[in-house]
């Protein structure tokens, strides 16, 4: 079945750096476009990113523009998302998710903290 398994998440100072991968399993990989959310504290979950399935094209919600970056490697099932000069409004949890056969699958998520 599909799983998607996402990690990198931790505590950071505002201004740093984070990488979190999220490694899919269940599903060719390499034939869908896959996204990263976010939810922050009380608050619904938005899009921070997607990416095509062959990684030619992204998107971006506009105030992660400049310092997000997602990208994927198809050999390795994973798809990243850099994160650079964080700041506290970047604390959520983020999800890796697909959509496949009409259903939205997701990780469990991982904890991303931007404090000092």
């Known amino acids: 079945q599909v799983q998607l398994a996402e990690s990198g998440g931790d505590l950071v100072q505002p201004g740093g750096s984070l990488r979190l991968s999220c490694a899919a399993s269940g599903f060719t990989f390499s034939n869908y476009a896959m996204n990263w959310y976010r939810q922050r504290p009380g608050k619904e979950r938005e899009l921070v990113a997607a990416?095509?399935?062959?990684?030619?094209?992204?998107v971006y919600e506009d105030s992660m523009k400049g310092r997000f970056t997602i990208s994927r490697d198809n050999a390795k099932n994973t798809v990243y998302l850099q994160m650079n000069s964080l700041k506290p409004e970047d604390t959520a949890v983020y999800y890796c998710?697909?959509?496949?056969?009409?259903?939205?699958?997701w990780g469990e998520g991982t904890l991303v903290t931007v404090s000092s």
């Open positions: 998710n697909v959509r496949r056969g009409g259903i939205y699958y």
């Open positions: 990416i095509t399935s062959a990684g030619s094209s992204t």
